[in-house]
């Protein structure tokens, strides 16, 4: 009987073992947790990004907090970005050097119409970590998406980054079953919206129809592995995140492959693709 009793006894969440204090202490700690390598995986794409405009440049950054304080870098980064020569960083490397360095590029991107709120050139010289990765994003917006064309029907209209974004998903996934993109953030969680991308460009490279909404992790790493095996993309999301931030950056780098290049449609003619490549790296590339 006594185990009859407990059977019928109801499951008790953890919070019935901890006092209210300790359960909020719990989620507090776990929620700082979730920010932490939210930050991480900003921090990593948006360093791997500047590093491949440096790149032009022979430069790099090793850290995205503490490379970009004395301005040098972020001078250099604007310069590649735009083209244009701004003034000559200051000389010498007291925080006030650095406070100079930094302010010409802001000067720089206020002279641009790029909006600023709420930073300073103090902000970057302190390495604070959220207006950091502030300043890149708002960088990538100005100088990489600012402006695309879509062609809707018979016209050809140049709208905001993310209203061009947005209008070009849906018009790609239009008719795909459970496929309803709405916004950059939740319309992506469960996978479907990326690996419908995927299919109406490479319908050979994965069964979407075998895809279900319940199984959002299979869904995004399918989906980034077919790109990374299909069109040498890379794979910008680690731990199956879909960063707003982070899902622009992919979208707009990925439009001109998925567009414009010639895929082949089966595994012979990628590995003669890639031998093809291999070639042209290491003997037809002409010398730095």
Known sequence: MEYERRDR????????????????????GRFKQLQDEREAVQKKTFTKWVNSHLGRVTSRIGDLYTDLRDGRMLI?????????????????????HC???????????????VHLENMGSHDIVDGNHRLTLGLIWTIILRFQIQDISVETG??????????????????????????????????WRDGLAFSAIVHKHRPDVIEFDNLKRSN???????????????????????KYESLASELLQWIEQTIGTLNDRQLANSLNAVQNQLQAFNSYRTVEKPPK
């Open 154 to 187: 018979d016209n050809k209209e140049r709208k905001s980054a993310k209203e061009a974004l947005l209008l070009w998903c849906q018009m790609k996934t239009a008719g795909y079953p459970n496929v309803n993109i709405h916004n950059f953030t939740t319309s």
């Open 76 to 96: 250099r980064l604007l310069e590649v970005l735009s083209g244009e020569q701004l003034p000559k960083p200051t000389k010498g490397r007291m925080r006030i």
């Open 9 to 28: 006894e109801p499951c008790l969440s953890p919070a019935a073992f901890v006092n209210q204090v300790q359960y909020s202490n719990i989620l507090e």
């Open 216 to 238: 959002a992790h299979y869904n995004l790493q399918n989906a980034f592995n077919v790109l990374d095996y299909a069109i040498e993309a890379d794979q910008l999301i680690d």
């Open 99 to 113: 406070l100079e360095n930094v302010d010409k590029a802001l000067q720089f991107l206020k002279e641009q119409k």
